[in-house]
């Protein structure tokens, strides 16, 4: 198994497609990329700890590349909108890509130049070390599975998923 860590928008949708990804064995929504320790969803979600709202992919690479992950990352947000996917906005909710290792870095950057020509626009995508991972309060976690006829998943997820 490997691990991936996304940010792109609200964790609730991004959440919900990587869980429907054949090879994808878990999806767990936290918080990256900021300098609190232990942050609270309170706390990020005013902004006050530096970190993102973000999934943690654990991925079998034998069924599903880490490539592949990133082409669906970049399918499912808008890159080139800085701190902001559709309603959520704040640096909480940037476009952040957290690797693991130099060949996760290389391929993310990879995409990032691949994207940015394909679209012809600047990616704010930003690509980052993962230091520290802090899993999201427990009834963040599979949400959209959980509350399907909540409005937000409704209005904001269910698009991302018939995408």
Known sequence: METAVFGGGCFWCTEAVFQRVEGVEKVVSGYAGGDTDNPSYDEVKKGLTGHAEVVQISFDPEKVSYSKLLDIFFDIHD???LNRQGPDTGSQYRSIILYRNEQQKC???KAV???EKDIQKTVVTE???LKDFY???EYHQDFYSKNPEHPYCRINIEPKLEK
């Open 79 to 81: 890159p080139t909108q």
């Open 113 to 115: 130049e691949r994207v």
């Open 107 to 109: 391929q993310a950057e």
């Open 135 to 137: 899993s999201a309060e």
């Open 127 to 129: 690509v980052e070390a």
